[in-house]
């Protein structure tokens, strides 16, 4: 082992003496969930291929390519909302649009409308026109719609009642609120004329849905929900229940959003979930997250469907991570883990054992290493990999590998634990001994410097000076072990009392991340 320069003070302070150290620092990384590179191709089923819902994905050209290897439902992300087929009065363009229905229907999977009513994204023009005028371009909206794409499985008539509905001018808000008659004596007056609008012109076939965010993670707005949802019911003018679940809605129990579930259920309409994305700062956050969320969903009886709104870097929360497949078209765990729990192939560790060669629990060498292993059980688990840490920092350090490399003597304890979202994990404890713990350079301290007295003690009494830029110290046996930690920050000077046995002590000064 290296020798460490150090700055000390040799004080008689009987029965103590201390030595003030300089260490370096050490960071363990984590090891990352195994994935794997993937290519795309048609004789790869889709996720939820013969299962009794779908998984499907928003379609965009960004999100299209390798989709029909995972998904078997489309939804277009923009390319279905009025501000984005008829920016100019009078004149649709439809190409985006033909493109994500003809995939849908050209691949025989479902395809959802979104949306014909919302508070954003609308076209700017019909901001200004009189209240007549308003709902005769929306009707035009509505058929024109019905008339292009006869085989639509489900329309969202309107997006986000609660929280976004057309009541603004300017920014895309559409400012026809008023126009479809406002709250009115229903209190959703609005909603009920554009299910109207929508029922008169879609066929039988075709489901009309609601749609809104903040449903499952809130109790309150699923009540709101189902006061319009029963309202619509009362003249058959709403045939399924849609949800979103974008990650920040998801931040709760996953009992809250079983029983919001069941609350929605109790309406007697399919749910779909239209919007799902789950963030992804780290692999094993994202894998342990969609473990969490995705079966909630999956499992309930009611739930019919499930929408994901993009799974490629491109998506609307890219910068979240949520994406599934990275830039390099490798599958992140979390899809890997989707398609193997949907399935029913998802094999989980049940238990993590740690060994070293011939059992070894020591290192007995100077800046000595030692190899742990850890093996899963069954073997077959879908992820073997295992993230790896030891808890005293200052004493040793372990690389991803499992390599465990002394800096000082003491006994430590490792933790190897699954990454596969089960929790399994298991100790290891190694004893280190017989290295050097420091080196002593001749060295001048410089005026104005760090003091450290009284000189003789006797009284366990002890004094610090000039500490400005010191945030913590921590006091040390030589054999590493920590005897007290002192936070120190926005002082000068500390005093302080220690009832410890007669020896030579460490005494380690902390700047942020430096020592």
């Known amino acids: 082992m290296s020798f460490r320069s150090v700055i000390f003070f040799l004080l008689i302070i009987s029965p103590l003496t201390f030595v003030l150290a300089q260490n370096e620092s050490v960071n363990i990384e984590k090891k990352s969930a195994k994935s794997g590179l993937i290519n795309f191709s048609d004789s790869i089923l889709p996720i939820a291929y013969g299962q009794a819902k779908f998984i499907g994905n928003v379609y965009s050209a960004s999100q299209w390519p390798g989709f029909k290897t995972y998904w078997n439902q489309v939804t277009p992300e923009n390319a279905g909302k009025w501000g984005s087929v008829e920016k100019s009065r ?12 003809n995939a849908a229907k050209n691949n025989n999977m479902p395809f959802k409308l979104h949306v014909l009513v919302w508070g954003n994204q609308q076209p700017s ?25 006869p085989d639509i499985d489900y329309v969202e008539v309107v997006n986000e009642p609660l929280h976004d509905p057309p009541n603004q001018a300017g920014n895309g808000g559409g400012n026809y609120f008023d126009a479809l008659g406002g709250s009115g004596e229903s209190g959703w007056d609005w909603v009920v004329r554009a299910f109207n609008y929508a029922r008169s012109r879609f066929p039988n076939n075709t489901k009309l849905m ?13 009540n709101s929900y189902i006061e319009i949802i029963e309202l619509l019911k009362t003249d058959t ?13 998801l931040n709760t129990s996953v009992t809250n959003i079983s029983n919001n579930l069941d609350r929605l259920a109790e309406t007697g309409l399919p749910i779909f979930v239209t919007e799902l994305d789950i963030d992804g700062p780290t692999d094993e956050t994202q894998l342990k997250e969609y473990q969490r969320i995705f079966p909630v969903f999956w499992n309930h009886p009611s739930v019919k469907g499930i929408t994901l709104w993009g799974y490629r870097p491109g998506m609307w929360r890219t910068q979240q991570k949520a994406y599934l497949i990275n830039a390099n078209n490798i599958e992140r765990p979390a899809l890997v883990w989707l398609r193997e729990y949907v399935n029913g192939t998802f094999v989980k560790v049940n238990s993590v ?23 899963l059980l069954p073997e077959n688990v879908t992820f073997p990999g295992v993230t790896w840490d030891v808890f005293e920092k200052d004493i040793a350090t372990i690389d991803e590998n499992g390599l465990l490399t002394a800096l000082q003597n003491g006994t430590v304890s490792i933790v190897a634990k699954a990454v596969d979202g089960s929790d399994k994990k298991n100790y290891f404890r190694v004893t280190i001994t017989n290295q ?71 005494i380690q000064m902390f700047d942020g991340n430096r020592i």
């Open 90 to 101: 009078d004149y649709m363009s439809w190409v985006n649009l033909d493109a994500a229905y």
């Open 125 to 149: 023009w019909i901001e200004n026109l009189n209240a007549p005028e308003k709902r005769e371009e929306i009707q035009e909206w509505f058929s024109a719609i019905a008339n292009r794409y």
């Open 353 to 375: 054992k740690i060994s070293s060669h011939n059992d070894v629990t020591t290192i007995d060498s100077d800046d000595g290493t030692l190899q742990l292993t850890a093996t």
């Open 237 to 249: 003018l709403i045939d399924a229940i849609g949800i979103q679940a974008h990650a920040f809605s």
């Open 436 to 506: 050097v713990i420091v080196g002593i350079n001749d060295f001048k301290l410089p005026e104005n410097s760090i003091t450290l007295f009284p000189n003789p003690s006797s009284d366990g009494n002890f004094t610090i000076n000039r500490i400005e830029k010191i945030k913590s110290i921590e006091v040390r046996r030589l054999d590493g072990k920590l005897i007290k930690k002192i936070n120190v920050e926005n002082k000068t000077s500390a005093t302080y009392y220690m009832n410890i046995d007669q020896g030579i002590y460490l």
């Open 210 to 222: 609601l749609n809104e965010y903040n449903i499952v993670n809130s109790e309150t707005n699923t």
